[in-house]
T-cell receptor, first 111, second 110 residues
Framework: KQEVTQIPAALSVPEGENLVLNCSFTDSAIYNLQWFRQDPGKGLTSLLLIQSSQREQTSGRLNASLDKSSGRSTLYIAASQPGDSATYLC??????????FGAGTRLTVKP | EADIYQTPRYLVIGTGKKITLECSQTMGHDKMYWYQQDPGMELHLIHY???????EKGDLSSESTVSRIRTEHFPLTLESARPSHTSQYLC?????????FGQGTRLTVV
């Protein structure tokens, strides 16, 4: 059974810093990996989707990488802003349309 | 961008009541999912559907039931709510392999 781990569980940084969030998974036979943002009490907003054949995806200040063989993905946020404060979740999709979620990293960006 | 809606957003009900959480999507997606999430905790899959008349239980045992009579709707029902059902319920649909989520329903059973 696929297990997804996100480290750290919480992260606090000053505004303007670049930061990296980590996601690891135990079974490398994945179909894709998706990063989400969740604001308190809200649903999930999709940030980036990486197919298993891809190495990275970029959207604005966000860059997600995928290394299937080592079972890792990172989400890089450049020049962080207070508005980036949220919980970031990664989800691993398999060939059966199942998605496994990590517990998330709660990010706080201080002004 | 997919549009997926959940109602109500917040619900406080008494123990023993029957409730239905609504989830609708307007993009014709076949695959839909219900997740349960306790505050600060990970999401757990409780039900999913691959299309009309298809429903399956997820990883997390749940006393809820679902139906999929129409592509657009995937309601979740609790026949007799209990305080242990207090949680956030998130509905999602898939476009290809990309997931889209509703805003969630925060349920409190008192």
């Amino acid at each position: 059974k696929q297990e997804v781990t996100q480290i750290p569980a919480a992260l606090s940084v000053p505004e303007g810093e670049n930061l990296v969030l980590n996601c690891s998974f135990t079974d490398s036979a994945i179909y894709n990996l998706q990063w989400f943002r969740q604001d308190p009490g809200k649903g999930l907003t999709s940030l980036l989707l990486i197919q298993s054949s891809q190495r990275e995806q970029t959207s604005g200040r966000l860059n997600a990488s995928l290394d299937k063989s080592s079972g890792r993905s990172t989400l890089y946020i450049a020049a962080s802003q207070p508005g980036d404060s949220a919980t970031y979740l990664c989800a691993v999709g398999d060939n059966n349309n199942d998605m496994r979620f990590g517990a998330g990293t709660r990010l706080t960006v201080k002004p | 961008e997919a549009d997926i809606y959940q109602t109500p957003r917040y619900l406080v009900i008494g123990t023993g009541k029957k409730i239905t959480l609504e989830c609708s999507q307007t993009m014709g997606h076949d695959k839909m999912y219900w997740y349960q999430q306790d505050p600060g905790m990970e999401l757990h899959l409780i039900h999913y559907s691959y299309g009309v008349n298809s429903t399956e239980k997820g990883d997390l045992s749940s006393e809820s039931t679902v139906s999929r009579i129409r592509t657009e709707h995937f309601p979740l029902t609790l026949e007799s709510a209990r305080p242990s059902h207090t949680s956030q319920y998130l509905c999602a649909s898939l476009r290809g392999r990309e997931a889209f989520f509703g805003q969630g329903t925060r349920l409190t059973v008192v």
